[in-house]
Structure formats: structure tokens, C-alpha cells
């Protein structure tokens, strides 16, 4: 009993979109998995961190589809810091409500565990809908906000599952990534520029949680190593978290 009470101790979020890349606070374990009956779609508007009101961007939410399989990060959330941080990052600002899913780790050894999903739905503020992938790669490729351009968002996240997730391959991912590069080769656009200059100050490598690893299967999975944190001049972190809350994520 005692162990299964340390167990649930301790609160994962799910990252499928920025998060992969640009967590933006401090967390403890981190895993690398998949949950189940939801695929990925960039059906939810943005008009905070990728797009302005006039002109909204689109970022990718979660849509139920029987058999559908979502691969990305699940962190462990560490003191209400990191919560407040993820309510107003996500709910506050990016019009997404939250529901508890299971998380299943890719490492066979570990077991699957519920997990905090941040998801987007036609009900929400902001939401933008179905549209043919070649219309969507037009918005990205004209929409830009406080936290950076449109297109930064949908390259870092597509260039992290290839890099880190490859077998969670996600066809409607990919297909918007490859319109988007030829957009900007047709348009002579400057990528360097569009990708601005990315997350600064990775994290350190995080300590998977113990409850991850029970004591006979300790050492069997490789840490992740997390991607780096959110860009420190962005509007989440200077104008919408208070003066305590950003001392204690160390900005």
C-alpha cells in the first residue's frame, strides 16, 4: 500500500505541441510515450503566443479518434509553480481545458500512469477547425505573436519527433511541416529568421521519478533528455507571470 500511495504523489502533464520542445518550468522526471484514442491536429487557434487577435495563428490540440495513438513528454510537475505556470500558459492564454488521460511510457519496463493533458476542443475560445493542410501551412506561414512566428512553432515540434520520437510518426504533422518548408522556398522567405533564435538555457537533466523505476528494473531505461526551456523575453514569462512565480522558475 505504502508504495502505491508513493505513486500518486506526484502530478505529469502530457506534451504533444510546444511543450515537447519549450516545456518553460522546472520539472522532475521526464518520459518519453504515448497515449491512446487521440490523434494530432493544428485545428486550435492562437492569438497569444503564435498569432494576434487581427490575425490568428494555429496550434495543435488532441482529437479522439478510435485507435488513435499520440506520441510525446510527460513531465513531472514540481511545487504549484509549474501548475499556475501550465494554467496560464495553456488555459488562460491558449483557450485549452483539461481532462486526466493514461500515459504509456516507451520503455516496456515502465508502468503506464495517469497524466494532466491540456486539450483544445470545438468549444473552446479560439478554435479554428478542420481546413485542408495546404490552407493551414498558408496561416502559419503569415502569422507571428508575442512568443514567435507560427511557422517556429510547427517546425521545432515536427524536428523533435523526428529527432527524438521517431517511430511516433504522425502523418498530418509531417505533411504541414514539408508544405510549410515550400512555402518558404517558394517565397524566398528566410528561415533563420522565421525560427528565431529558439529556447536558450536547457534545463538540466532531470532524475526519472523513483515510482517509475521499481527497485528490480532500476537502470533498464535510458533518461531522456529534456528539451530546452521557453525563451525568457516571451510574454508568458515577462508581463503574465508575477514577480514571485518568476523567481521561482529562476528568471
Not at 520539472?27 to 518519453?32: D, H, I, K, M
Not at 486539450?119 to 485542408?132: E, L, V, Y
Not at 527524438?164 to 510518426?169: D, F, R
Not at 509531417?174 to 522556398?185: F, P
Request: hydrophobic share 30%; charged share 20%.
Amino acid at each position: 500500500m505504502a508504495g502505491q500511495q508513493q505513486e500518486t504523489r506526484s502530478l505529469w502533464v502530457f506534451g504533444y505541441g510546444s511543450l515537447c520542445w519549450m516545456p518553460g518550468f522546472q520539472f522532475g522526471g521526464s518520459a518519453v510515450g504515448y497515449i491512446q484514442d487521440y490523434v494530432r491536429r493544428f485545428w486550435q487557434g492562437n492569438t497569444t503566443h503564435r498569432g494576434t487577435p487581427s490575425q490568428p495563428g494555429r496550434v495543435a490540440t488532441l482529437v479522439e479518434e478510435e485507435e488513435g495513438c499520440t506520441w510525446g513528454v510527460a513531465y513531472e510537475l514540481k511545487g504549484e509553480a509549474a501548475l499556475e505556470y501550465l494554467e496560464k500558459r495553456e488555459v488562460a492564454l491558449g483557450g485549452y481545458n483539461t481532462t486526466v488521460v493514461t500515459f504509456f511510457p516507451r520503455d516496456p519496463s515502465l508502468t503506464p500512469f495517469p497524466v494532466l493533458l491540456f486539450i483544445a476542443t470545438p468549444s473552446s475560445r479560439d478554435w479554428a477547425g478542420q481546413a485542408p493542410l495546404h490552407e493551414i501551412a498558408t496561416q502559419v506561414i503569415g502569422c507571428s505573436g508575442p512568443s514567435g512566428h507560427n511557422v517556429e512553432y510547427v517546425l521545432r515540434l515536427a524536428e523533435f519527433m523526428r529527432e527524438h520520437v521517431p517511430e511516433g510518426y504522425d502523418e498530418h504533422l509531417a505533411t504541414l511541416d514539408s508544405l510549410i518548408r515550400q512555402r518558404i522556398k517558394q517565397h524566398n522567405l528566410c528561415l533563420k529568421t522565421l525560427m528565431g533564435d529558439g529556447p536558450s538555457d536547457p534545463t538540466p537533466s532531470p532524475t526519472p521519478a523513483p515510482h517509475l523505476h521499481p527497485p528490480h528494473q532500476q537502470g533498464n531505461a535510458a533518461p531522456f533528455q529534456p528539451p530546452a526551456q521557453e525563451r525568457r523575453d516571451t510574454f508568458q514569462y515577462s508581463t503574465k507571470l508575477p514577480p514571485k512565480k518568476l523567481r521561482c522558475l529562476n528568471v
